[in-house]
Antibody
Framework: QVQLVQSGAEVKKPGASVKVSCKAS????????MHWVRQAPGQGLEWMGI????????SYAQKFQGRVTMTRDTSTSTVYMELSSLRSEDTAVYYC???????????WGQGTLVTVSS | DIQMTQSPSTLSASVGDRVTITCRAS??????LAWYQQKPGKAPKLLIY???SLESGVPSRFSGSGSGTEFTLTISSLQPDDFATYYC??????????FGPGTKVDIK
């Protein structure tokens, strides 16, 4: 069965960077795109970007261009999302989500809480 | 970027009610619209894709309609398990896969 296991919660200071991992299992890693979506406390869902694990190509939401980097390691079936220049507004749960029908996010990780606080 | 809006933002309803949520896009997205359900502390769940196609395993009381810029999600007879927040998401333009702001369905 498809499983996405994310790294643990992080606490970062403003201006720092955070790198969240998402280890996939139960399917062919390179066959499905992976999304990253975040949700601030009590707020809605915000799509951050997508990575093609096969070739590593990415597409980022304009809001995060220049601050986010998505990468993958095919040897460990893991995708990574790094967000830099953190500010308090980046405090959120970050989800990876494997594409399903029509490239939509269908299988989700458990989420990683990133707290940005001085 | 395409902007998505939803109405209402909150909806109070009773078990057995027929519930309709509206999602609008700032420009035509054809039928490239999905609906998700999210419960507190849980990841979202895909309900409907391509505006009206029911994802496998989703109860038939959920239905979607619309095209272009206006879409609806209907729950024909609200069940206790349906109290949640619902999000639409467009996927017409590959970047970004914009979500709507959400509609919370709570108990009247």
């Amino acid at each position: 069965q498809v499983q996405l296991v994310q790294s643990g919660a992080e606490v970062k200071k403003p201006g720092a960077s955070v790198k969240v991992s998402c280890k996939a299992s139960g399917y062919t890693f390179t066959s499905y795109y992976m999304h990253w979506v975040r949700q601030a406390p009590g707020q809605g869902l915000e799509w951050m970007g997508i990575i093609n694990p096969s070739g590593g190509s990415t597409s980022y939401a304009q809001k995060f261009q220049g601050r986010v980097t998505m990468t993958r390691d095919t040897s460990t079936s893991t995708v990574y999302m790094e967000l830099s220049s953190l500010r308090s507004e980046d405090t959120a749960v970050y989800y990876c989500a494997r594409s399903m029908i029509a490239s939509l996010p269908g299988y989700w990780g458990q989420g990683t809480l990133v707290t940005v606080s001085s | 970027d395409i902007q998505m809006t939803q109405s209402p933002s909150t909806l109070s309803a009773s078990v057995g009610d027929r519930v309709t949520i509206t999602c609008r896009a700032s420009q035509s997205i054809s039928s490239w619209l999905a609906w998700y359900q999210q419960k507190p502390g849980k990841a979202p769940k895909l309900l409907i894709y391509k505006a009206s196609s029911l994802e496998s395993g989703v109860p038939s009381r959920f239905s979607g309609s619309g095209s272009g810029t206006e879409f609806t999600l209907t729950i024909s007879s609200l069940q206790p398990d349906d109290f949640a927040t619902y999000y639409c998401q467009q996927y017409n333009s590959y970047s970004p896969f914009t979500f709507g702001p959400g509609t919370k369905v709570d108990i009247k």
